[in-house]
């Protein structure tokens, strides 16, 4: 039996459909995201240095001066690193003190630390780091004065257009084991802004943890699927449907790509310096007009990614415009509706004379899977009664007995964390749009030193942090290896830890 929608919304969803398929909807999800019990202790684990002033004061958007870390990552080796994306990726000791492992800031003279996800943004280890001494960051670079020459330029604007440049890089060290980098760099991939602002660039590189040698998708990286900005970045370029369903752009998409040169790989070249994979969808399709390091396409900005490390599903958390935050199970070629869906609603912007901000249902016959459309829908959602903007979450195994089977994410703005059940989810990717897993929020707490609890908000332990009140909590997710859930902030520097 598929899950179905809380018995408010689905109510609601049918009358809109049956009685009122014109009507602009109001209020999405009337049902707000409650919290029945479901806590968890979180603990400081590390703090990440002052950082401010390294960077010129109108180059940089937060006030604190804390590291602003989006990733954690461990190492098999043991090893632990954090980003600060005014540029250090920082190495933790078994005693989480940092020290700095690469500046990745001082080899990008161009890049741009103003926005609230810009300079560097996203790093990752190739698996056989070990071995190869490889790995993979994303950042984001301003085009004024800039040298160098975009790989790929939106269809339909030239490089007098371009505003900002998403830039992925590989490193190399001819000694993994060593505690600071050293060694040579080589660009992957330059795609070029066009819009006012580096809105939604590229985020997240990510090789897929459950892939195993030999396997077709061993090895192979992905990066988020973002809009670059053409829903909402400001000047004349912004909101342009027309730019988000096509496949002749990385514009949405999510790619994945070999990181290995044609040179080397002896395959089909990318837009950049790296091979198509031929299990592309779109590598294999015989079209010369879709780009086959596309994996799927029709996001706003699926800023995160990660996998179900029992099973291989691939899950994407897409901020949303105006109402839906949403979370997807992602397959190969699959199209995500934006900027025709948002949610599993209509938005308004396809309509004449129609606005960004509207939803309105979708045909009865859709909805209930009778008639199946060419989008895929979400399987976990919320609306903006109860967030702002989706950050990326985990299927979760670890040793939280109550949070096991469980998919743990949040809200970047508000902080919230949110829990989906792993079984709901999957059956709500179904082909129905209103099958939906129901969401509820996970309350967090902290012990005193005779071991009471205080429950508390993450905002609120931002401000403690940091003396001052935040308008934002700027919340992201990390996994240990053993399976444990780092919370972070771009906000005061701090690694904590959901715990037992």
Not at 136 to 145: F, S
Not at 170 to 189: H, I, S
Not at 321 to 345: A, C, D, P, T
Not at 400 to 429: N, Q, S, Y
Request: glycine share 12%; charged share 20%.
């Amino acid at each position: 039996m598929r899950t179905p929608l809380p018995f408010v919304m689905l109510l609601f969803l049918g009358l809109c459909a049956a009685g009122a398929i014109h009507a602009q909807i109001s209020n999405p999800i009337p049902s707000p995201v409650v919290k029945r019990g479901l806590s968890v202790e979180i603990r400081e684990v590390a703090r990440l240095p002052e950082t401010r002033g390294l960077r010129p004061a109108d180059q940089d958007v937060t006030p604190a001066g804390w590291a602003r870390v989006s990733y954690v990552r461990d190492l098999p080796d043991g090893r632990r690193f954090a980003n600060d994306s005014r540029g250090f990726l920082y190495l933790l000791d078994r005693n989480n003190q940092p020290s700095v492992y690469a500046n990745v800031g001082a080899a990008f003279p161009f890049a741009v630390y103003n926005r609230l996800e810009s300079g560097f943004i996203g790093f990752d280890f190739h698996p056989e780091f070990a071995q190869n001494g490889l790995f993979y960051t994303v950042h984001g670079e301003r085009e004024m004065g800039n040298p160098a020459t975009p790989h790929f330029i939106p269809p339909g604007f030239t490089r007098a257009d371009v505003t900002y440049h998403n830039v992925i890089t590989e490193w190399r060290t001819p000694n993994p084991a060593a505690n600071t980098f050293e060694g040579t760099r080589r660009e992957l991939l330059r795609v070029a802004h066009v819009v006012a602002n580096l809105t939604h660039p590229f985020g997240h590189l990510e090789f897929n943890p459950t892939s195993k040698p030999g396997a077709p998708d061993y090895g192979l990286l992905y990066t988020s699927g973002s809009d670059l900005g053409f829903s909402n970045g400001g000047g004349p370029h912004a909101s342009n449907p027309g730019q988000t369903q096509r496949l002749d752009t990385v514009i949405g998409a999510i790619l994945r790509i070999d990181p290995r040169s044609p040179s080397v790989s002896g395959g089909m070249k990318g837009l950049g310096d790296y091979t198509i994979p031929p299990v592309n969808k779109f590598a294999a399709d015989g079209d010369p007009r879709t780009l086959g390091e596309i994996y799927a396409y029709g996001f706003r900005n699926a800023h995160r990614l990660s996998w179900d490390l029992t099973d291989g599903t691939l899950f994407a958390s897409d901020i949303g415009m105006n109402n839906i935050e949403e979370i997807n199970i992602v397959h190969n070629g699959n199209n995500y509706g934006w900027m025709k869906r948002e949610g599993l609603f209509e938005n308004g912007v396809t309509r004449p004379g129609g606005a960004l901000n509207q939803l309105f249902p979708l045909p009865a016959e859709i909805l209930d899977g009778r008639v199946k459309d060419e989008f895929t829908y979400p399987v976990a959602m919320y609306d903006h009664n109860d967030g702002q903007a989706v950050t990326g979450g985990f299927a979760y195994y670890g040793q939280i007995t109550a949070l096991r089977g469980k998919f743990i994410f949040g809200d970047i703005v508000r902080g919230r964390l949110f829990v989906a059940d792993l079984a709901e989810m999957k059956k709500a990717d179904d082909g129905i749009p209103q099958t939906v897993a129901p969401v509820e929020e996970l309350q967090l707490y902290v012990r005193d030193q005779g071991g009471n609890r205080t429950y508390v908000t993450l905002r609120e332990l931002i401000e403690g942090a940091n003396g001052a009140t935040v308008t934002r909590a700027d919340l992201h997710i990390s996994r240990s290896r053993g399976g444990e859930l780092f919370i972070t902030s771009r906000q005061d520097g701090w690694i904590r830890m959901l715990v037992p």
